[in-house]
C-alpha cells in the first residue's frame, strides 16, 4: 500500500470528529488518572496510599463480576440486531440489579472478614466506586449502540476529572490533611455520581416491591446467568 493510499484510509477512518472527541477524552481521562494518583502518593503517607490502592484494586474486580461482561453482550446483540428482543432488556436490568446486590452484600459482609487490617468503615466508603464503575460501562456502551459518541466523550471524563478537583481543593483546602476525611469526601462524590447516572438512565428499584416469589427470581437470575457464559 502506498504512503498516500495509507494516510487517505488514516484521515477517513480517525480523522473524524467521533475520533477526536474520544481521542481528547480519554487523553484528558488518563491525565486526570496520572495527577489524582501523584497527588495522592504525597499527601497521604504510604500505607494510606497503599490502602487506598489496594480498595481501589478491589473495586475494578468487583465492578467486572458486577455486570459481568453484559456491555459485551449487549454489543454483540446489537451487532447481530437482536439487542431489542422481546424481554431481553428488561431481563438484563432485571439480572444487573440483582448481581449488584449480592456482589455489594458480599463486599461489605464478608470480604471484611478476610481482610483484617482493613476496617469495615473503608469498604463501606468504596462500595459506591463498585457501582459508579459497573454502571459506567453499561452507560458508555448505551451511548456506542445510540451512536452519540460526543455524549460518551463528555461522560467519559466526568468521574475522574471530579475526583481530580475533589483531591485539588482537599490539598488546597483542608488543614488537617486526614485520610479519613478525604475518604468521606470521596464516597459522597461518588454517590452524586452514582445518583445522577441512575436518574440519566431511569433505572428503577420498584421492581423489588414486586417480588413474590423469591425462588422465581432467584431461578430467573441464575438462568440469565448461564445466559451469560460463553
Do not use: W
Request: proline share 2%; glycine share 2%; with cysteine.
Amino acid at each position: 500500500m502506498k504512503i498516500s493510499s495509507f494516510f487517505n484510509v488514516f484521515k477517513a477512518n480517525f480523522i473524524t470528529k467521533k475520533y477526536i472527541y474520544l481521542f481528547f477524552s480519554y487523553f484528558i481521562t488518563g491525565v486526570c488518572l496520572v495527577l489524582f494518583n501523584f497527588l495522592l502518593v504525597n499527601i497521604f503517607s504510604e500505607y494510606e496510599f497503599g490502602l487506598f490502592a489496594t480498595l481501589y484494586a478491589m473495586c475494578m474486580v468487583f465492578s467486572q463480576i458486577t455486570h459481568a461482561g453484559t456491555p459485551s453482550l449487549i454489543l454483540n446483540k446489537f451487532g447481530i440486531g437482536t439487542l431489542n428482543d422481546s424481554g431481553f432488556l428488561e431481563s438484563l436490568k432485571k439480572f444487573l440489579i440483582i448481581n449488584t446486590s449480592i456482589i455489594s452484600c458480599f463486599f461489605i459482609f464478608i470480604i471484611p472478614f478476610t481482610q483484617k487490617d482493613i476496617s469495615f468503615n473503608y469498604f463501606l466508603m468504596f462500595l459506591p466506586l463498585i457501582l459508579i464503575q459497573s454502571l459506567f460501562e453499561l452507560v458508555i456502551t448505551k451511548f456506542q449502540v445510540n451512536n452519540k459518541f460526543s455524549q460518551l466523550s463528555f461522560f467519559n471524563m466526568v468521574p475522574n476529572l471530579s475526583r481530580l478537583f475533589l483531591l485539588i481543593s482537599f490539598y488546597l483546602l483542608s488543614s488537617s490533611k486526614s485520610f479519613i476525611s478525604f475518604l468521606q469526601l470521596y464516597m459522597l462524590v461518588n454517590l452524586v455520581l452514582l445518583y445522577f447516572m441512575i436518574r440519566k438512565q431511569n433505572l428503577s428499584l420498584k421492581f423489588f416491591t414486586e417480588i413474590r416469589s423469591l425462588s422465581i427470581y432467584l431461578r430467573n437470575y441464575f438462568k440469565f446467568f448461564l445466559y451469560l457464559l460463553p
